[in-house]
């Protein structure tokens, strides 16, 4: 990596701060060639950050920055926004079409990311006649005013820091492309956006997560862009890198792991890679369960030169084109690739990281101690039931290495990776009986080791992805299983326990166990049972624990379950080493 020199004392102070990435870029990318930026930071860090809100608010945002800080922003750009119409939902309605029916395939990808928008691209007229283009390439520019034309204004002029440093490299990313790919998509009618999110790997000083593997390497990329709605991942870029072929390396690390769970069907996610003053686009195809190394899908840029810089931009807004048709192929029920999931409970924290480098996720739990107490749970004993269940089918496995309590936060890689219950509707008995036979076998699991559960709700149901009639299904979330008949702390009580009935004498048994996997799924089984046999069944589970007789072991040698026999037996998920 460059010497980090080039960067001006406040830049450092700046990236210190408790600001969102963006902030920080944004207000770079303004501050750089100030003379009296400095200023700015004086104060403690409270203030510093205070004041760069105020700056960002005055600028009115990543476009309006430009605006507010005459040349430091971009030449002119204050003369551009100073009068005229706001013509950008009309001029971004315009770069986006023609529509994309489908996304190009992977082998069009070049031609299409090289080809100019159909559309003029709106510029202020100061910034037009600011930079050097060829007579052919300035037709693709029109000079406008408005939010559009100041964003790009600003990615084509805006001053770029000196030097090679990873601070130089994220900050020109963020001024050329990404703050760009965030202002046309709010440029457009609501009803066309996608609703653009970026997220930045700032290493969280209040997650429980080590976005590390153990073997040092980083689970999550440098940057990714989201939907808003829906958070599924629809293009990821590294930017940290000491040149660009480290930089292409950590995004085929980082996304190794490709599964339907993630991307559905699409045949490739879109990616770029920064190091130094080069920019270049990728794409990561899917091949067999892993993912392809990053194929290049347009030229290098150098945003130091002019008309790199601005073949550059017009290859941002197309691949804005594509993350729309992107979008628009992926299925409502996709993870959260790559993503921190948090939770909190009786004064502790849950978090979940889906994760891409391998197909996987973490989980971590902290403070341990608070947890453990709570739901009286054991580390040691729950090491144990890890180890005793790991040949067997229908529950969630920890990764080699197992469950790791690291002082308060306790955290396992776990898989298989399953589609969650609330997108695998039931339409028929043969899917209850798929449910009922792969829960039954995890049940059957933890009871032979000794366990129980405990927390049986639909929440912690999943299944493999697929069709309706392939789907296999196994229990999540061992973490409060606890050895069987004993009594539960007294704050202890998951929703569906049922006072009166789920406790045998005040104790947790395995027939408790089997009467609450009868509530859970009662709801959601009840409707598309329709042969005596399988409402016998169902009716069977939900033997209140006093008088129940039979054990899951018992249960799963039901005729209506068809099971073959749990040493042969493929019905159920979660297979020992199924990803």
Known sequence: ????????????????????????????????????????????????????RKLLQQAGGAGGGAAATGAAAG??????????????????????QPALGSPPHLGDLQRFISEPPAAQIPI??????????????????????GQLARAVGYSMTAPLPPGSSEACTVIM????????????????????????????????SSSLMTLKSRGGSSL????????????????????????????????????????PLYYGDIEY???????????????????????????????????????????????????YQLLRAQQARYPADVL???????????????????????????????????????CGVDFTRLQELYRATAQRQGLVHAMKGGPILDGSVYSVDIIPVGLPSSSALLVTEDDARQLLHGLLHGLAAIHEAGFVHRDLRWDNFACSPGSPSSRRWFLLD?????????????????????????????????????FQLGLAVQPHCEQVLVSAEGRAFLEAILTPPAMQERSAEQLLAHEWLRCEGASICRAAGARPGER
């Not at 030449?75 to 001029?91: C, F, L, M, V």
């Not at 950590?250 to 996304?255: E, G, P, W």
């Not at 990616?271 to 194929?295: D, E, H």
């Open 269 to 319: 996610l879109p990616c770029f890679a920064a190091a130094g003053s080069n920019l270049q686009f990728y794409a990561i195809s899917r091949a067999s369960g892993m993912a392809a190394a990053p194929r290049a899908i347009g030229p290098r840029y150098d945003l130091t030169n002019a008309a790199d810089r601005a073949r550059a931009v017009m290859a941002t807004i197309k691949f």
């Open 1 to 52: 990596m460059a010497d980090d020199s080039c960067i001006p004392e406040w830049a450092t102070k700046l990236f210190s701060l408790d600001l969102s990435d963006e902030e920080k870029g944004q207000t770079a990318a303004i501050l750089v060639g100030m003379p009296n930026a400095a200023v700015l930071f004086l104060g403690n860090a409270t203030s510093s950050a205070s004041a760069v």
């Open 220 to 259: 999550r990329p440098d940057g990714v862009l989201r939907g808003k709605s829906d958070r599924r991942l629809l293009a990821r870029w590294e930017d940290k890198a000491a040149s660009m072929e480290q930089a292409v390396e950590d995004l085929r690390k980082t996304t190794a792991a490709w599964t």
């Open 336 to 374: 959260p690739a790559g993503a921190v999931m948090r939770t909190h409970g009786h004064d502790f924290t849950r978090e979940l990281l889906f994760r891409t480098d391998v197909l996987a996720v973490r989980k971590c739990v902290s403070p341990w101690c608070t947890f453990a107490s709570w």
């Open 124 to 145: 202020t007229a100061d910034a037009l006649d600011a930079v050097i283009l060829t007579p052919a390439r300035r037709l693709r520019f029109v000079a406008a005013s």
């Open 478 to 514: 061992l973490e409060t299983c606890a050895p069987a008949d004993q009594p539960p702390p007294p704050a202890f009580e998951p929703v569906g326990w049922q006072s009166g009935t789920t406790l045998v004498d005040g104790c947790y048994t395995r027939a408790s166990d089997l």
């Open 173 to 204: 990313a963020h001024v050329v492309v990404v703050s760009l790919l965030l202002e046309l998509d709010k440029a457009l009618p609501t009803d066309l956006r996608i609703g653009l999110v970026m997220e930045r790997d700032q290493q969280d």
């Open 75 to 96: 030449p002119g750009a204050g003369r551009a926004a100073a009068g005229g119409t706001d013509n950008s939902e009309e001029y971004a309605e315009q770069l986006v």
